[in-house]
C-alpha cells in the first residue's frame, strides 16, 4: 500500500492524543480518569505505555529498512493488546456501579488497530534482479 507508512504515523499521533483526552468517568465520585491522570483511584498511568511504545512505532514507520517493518508488527502488538487491557480494568463494573465509556477508551482500540493493520502493508521496494 502506498501510504500506509503515512497512515500508520497519523494513527500514532491521534493514539498519543487520545491518551490525554478523559477514557471514562466515575460519576459517583466525580472522577475523569485519563491515560496520564487517575485522580484518586488505582488504574495507574496507563497512557504512559501507549505513548512510549507509539512513539517508537511512529518512528520504525519513517525508517525505512526492513528490520524497522518486522519491529514495527511486534510493537503494533504490544499497543493493541495493552489497549485492549485498558478497556477491560477500566470499563469494569465494580461493587454496582460501572463507569461511563467515553470516546478515547474505544479510540485507543481503533488506532491501535490500524497501527497494527498498517504494519503489515509496508512499503518496501523488491528488487527482482538475482544475486
Known amino acids: ?50 505513548c512510549f511504545f507509539a512513539v517508537i512505532a511512529l518512528l520504525f514507520f519513517a525508517v525505512p529498512f526492513i528490520w524497522a517493518k518486522r519491529f514495527n508488527m511486534v510493537f503494533a502488538t504490544l499497543l493493541l493488546a495493552w489497549s485492549v487491557r485498558n478497556f477491560i480494568v477500566l470499563s469494569t463494573c465494580q461493587m454496582g456501579e460501572c463507569p461511563q465509556k467515553l470516546w478515547a477508551l474505544y479510540g485507543c482500540i481503533i488506532f491501535s488497530a490500524g497501527i497494527l493493520l498498517m504494519t503489515f502493508l509496508p512499503k518496501i521496494k523488491v528488487s527482482s534482479q538475482p544475486q
Not at 490525554?20 to 491515560?35: A, C, K, M
Open 1 to 50: 500500500m502506498k501510504y500506509s507508512q503515512s497512515i500508520g504515523i497519523l494513527l500514532c499521533l491521534l493514539l498519543i492524543y487520545s491518551t490525554t483526552q478523559p477514557l471514562v468517568f466515575i460519576e459517583s465520585r466525580n472522577w475523569t480518569i485519563t491515560g496520564w491522570d487517575a485522580v484518586g483511584s488505582s488504574f495507574g498511568q496507563a497512557g504512559k505505555f501507549l
